[in-house]
């Protein structure tokens, strides 16, 4: 796996940007440009297991929430990849890997900070995609 980041600025509180991040709907939008059709299946609480999985295609992968601080900092550990909409472990090649979105805000322009652990034959799709999911952040985050 490769590290890979990701910086954007957004103009509005971070807990706008945070809302929109992880509320369903503006989730459902803006991962959708990454992988079409994702959702997330489960309660975003520290200690929880959660699945992103894509419903056109039913691949996703199950993590961990291993640290939530509400408004600032969130942090998965990816436990296994999934198929069948979650219902089947395949092959293990986002197993292991974290994914962290951290928000700092400063004068109400919110920094979004995205690092994250990419399968080494995916790093060239997520530079492309990754920049194009946060200019939609940003702009759903960014409406009145």
Do not use: C
């Given at each position: ?143 009145p």
């Amino acid at each position: 796996m490769k590290r890979i980041q990701f910086l954007v600025e957004i103009s509005a509180p971070r807990e706008k940007v945070w809302a929109t991040l992880w509320e369903d709907d503006t989730f459902r939008d803006w991962s959708s440009i990454i992988d079409e059709g994702t959702y997330m299946d489960g309660a975003l609480e520290e200690g929880n297991e959660i699945q992103f999985i894509s419903s056109v295609n039913g691949y996703g992968v199950r993590s961990l929430v291993e640290k939530l601080d509400p408004n600032a900092f969130m942090r998965f550990r990816h436990r296994a990849d999934t198929k069948e909409s979650g219902e089947q472990e395949r092959e293990k090649e986002w197993s292991g890997g974290t994914e962290s979105y951290a928000l700092s805000e400063k004068n109400g322009i919110t920094i979004l900070d995205i690092n994250m652990d990419v399968p080494l034959e995916q790093v060239e799709t997520f530079e492309v995609r990754i920049p194009k999911a946060l200019a939609r952040i940003k702009l759903l985050a960014e409406k009145p």
